[in-house]
């Protein structure tokens, strides 16, 4: 069964509106947690690292007011699409890694977000 | 800096081999993982090398080889089912993770 899991799946918002997503770690603590960002036919885009209990790391050109992420706890970390806009219309994932140097991520199923 | 260079599209026939190679260029890692993405859905873990060689999980391998800075995913005996995008990961050694942008498998008949 799943080990991550993401919350919404898809979610249609209006354009100004917030959109906030969860990511669960079920059957572990994850002090890290990775979110991305897919856009049709392209690649995954890893946008910021969130840490528990401390700030997130974004990537080069991830606006960080923009997309919020918390990770309050060692199994919950949400990001917050704030002030949503067409252009921000994506698949955003989520993923964590149960042990540390296996190379084993454990990735959310996805949450399709629609900006109207 | 630190990058991963693999091919964005290869084309094989059902029952073939094919070998997606990854190259890349960093200072040191932990080690490379491969992932498969079918459209609209998550990424799955295939496969980890932490050390030169090759480890093989039934139909698919991987490969890695610090010395020449690269690494390969094998798939053999392909099927439809296959027709995929697959990417490699670095994961770096200040616990960072350094995505290929992926490449896309088409199986044909």
């Known amino acids: 069964g799943a080990v991550v899991s993401q919350h919404p799946s898809w979610v249609i918002c209006k354009s100004g509106t917030s959109v906030k997503i969860e990511c669960r770690s079920l059957?572990?603590?994850?002090?890290?947690m990775f979110w991305y960002r897919q856009f049709p036919k392209q690649s995954l885009m890893l946008m910021a690292t969130?840490?528990?209990?401390?700030?997130?790391?974004?990537e080069q050109g991830v606006e960080k007011d923009k997309f919020l992420i918390n990770h309050a706890s060692l199994t919950l970390s949400t990001l917050t699409v704030t002030s949503a806009h067409p252009e921000d219309s994506s698949f955003y994932i989520c993923?964590?890694?149960?042990?540390?140097?296996?190379?084993?991520?454990?990735f959310g199923e996805g949450s399709r977000l629609t900006v109207l | 800096g630190q990058s991963l260079e693999q091919p964005s599209e290869v084309t094989a026939v059902e029952g073939a081999i094919v070998q997606i190679n990854c190259t890349y260029q960093?200072?040191?890692?932990?080690?490379l993982s491969w992932y498969q993405q079918h459209d609209g859905g998550a990424p799955t873990f295939l496969s980890y090398?932490?050390?030169?060689g090759l480890e093989e999980t039934g139909r698919f391998s991987s490969f890695l080889s610090r010395s020449d800075s690269y690494g390969y995913l094998l798939l053999q005996e392909l099927q439809m089912k296959d027709s995929a995008s697959y990417f490699c990961?670095?994961?770096?050694?200040?616990?960072?993770?350094?995505f290929g942008k992926g490449t896309k498998l088409s199986v044909k008949p």
């Open positions: 990961v670095l994961e770096g050694s200040q616990g960072n993770l350094i």
């Open positions: 969130s840490n528990e209990g401390s700030k997130a790391t974004y």
């Open positions: 993923s964590a890694p149960r042990l540390v140097n296996t190379g084993e991520l454990f």
């Open positions: 059957d572990f603590q994850a002090t890290t």
């Open positions: 960093t200072s040191g890692f932990y080690g």
């Open positions: 090398n932490a050390l030169d």
